[in-house]
């Protein structure tokens, strides 16, 4: 059985998911392993995470907390810290992607929350995220998790953990094809340059395949930087050439100069593929894995086969399957 609607889960639900279902062998080794190093936060009431800066010796006290606190939601931070207490004495902080469903520009479905249609294209979105992250940055270390509304990609490679804000900034831009590519993409004309990273002939694939991707979901009513709605239209009408990656003719349908219009209201568009803040925040917290999201009572998973992953077979609670009618 596939559930359809996402609920509230009630305080009772969440009782008997941590008291009966919940299990602490189940958090993922990259939080397991560095528990002592982060900070825990938790929202008690349904009002935001404002019990913050708790530290965990080790998962039994973990374990512990969540087995008599149930709480409405669980948090971790992507940094680590000396003394997490305080937040003091920064040591590094994981790379994240947060690819929620409701939040993207370019879904179809047009719910009001969270469905089935927009969480299949949150997971799309992921899958493209990664192979560039592996193919494109060599990028090794990396988890997905869902979040219950969707995901967050968690990058801890060393290459990456040290970086601030303005670099982590850079990456999103080319990750998700916002930076328009110029004639010249390096010094010898076959690199783009992107601060410790050099790519060979990546950007422009990057670039034109996160264009494609936003363009074939378009809706007629979807808002673009500079672009009126007698053009959009135009677009809609023409896109299905780039199914077969026919971008010339697209371009000779379009014109040349709407054409470029088009580019870079796409380019401008494609910042909201991700939550670009949770990106560049050094001292973000981040729902934890294996809690669960009260607001629609799914288990925020570590996942393993993001091809074949199904939030609503592979993250539902037991207790959702036994709620009455």
Known sequence: MKIQVLTPASPEERRRY?????????????????????????DHFGRGPNDRYKVFKNTNYLKRFLKTKTPFAAY???????????????????????????????????????CEVCLNEARE??????????????????????????????VLDNDVTPMDSDVRAQIVKYLVGADVPQNEYGSDGTTYKLEHFS???????VFTDRVKYSILHLQKDSK??????????????????????EWGLFKHEIGPQRYKKVVKGVASLNMSLVDAKVSIDLKRILRLPT???????????????IENFDPLEDAVPKFVYERKD
């Open 76 to 114: 971790c931070s992507v940094a680590f810290y000396e003394k997490p207490r305080r937040r003091d004495g920064w040591m590094k902080a994981e790379l994240v992607f947060d690819v929620d469903a409701k939040d993207i520009p370019v879904r179809t479905c047009g719910c009001d929350g969270v």
């Open 18 to 42: 941590y008291r009966e279902e919940w299990d602490i062998k189940d958090l993922p080794d990259f939080i397991a392993k560095s528990i002592n190093n982060r900070e825990f936060g938790f």
């Open 224 to 245: 673009l930087d500079d672009v009126n709605k007698n053009l959009l239209k135009d677009v809609l009408k023409n896109r299905a050439l780039l199914e077969d990656d």
């Open 199 to 205: 790519i060979p002939f990546g950007y422009p694939k």
């Open 125 to 154: 979105v992921v899958c493209s995220l990664l192979d560039t992250l592996k193919g494109d940055l060599g990028l090794k270390d990396i988890h997905v998790v869902y979040s219950g509304r969707g995901y967050h990609v968690r």
């Open 291 to 305: 809690s669960l999201h009260s607001k629609v009572s799914m288990k925020c998973t570590e996942v393993k086969d």
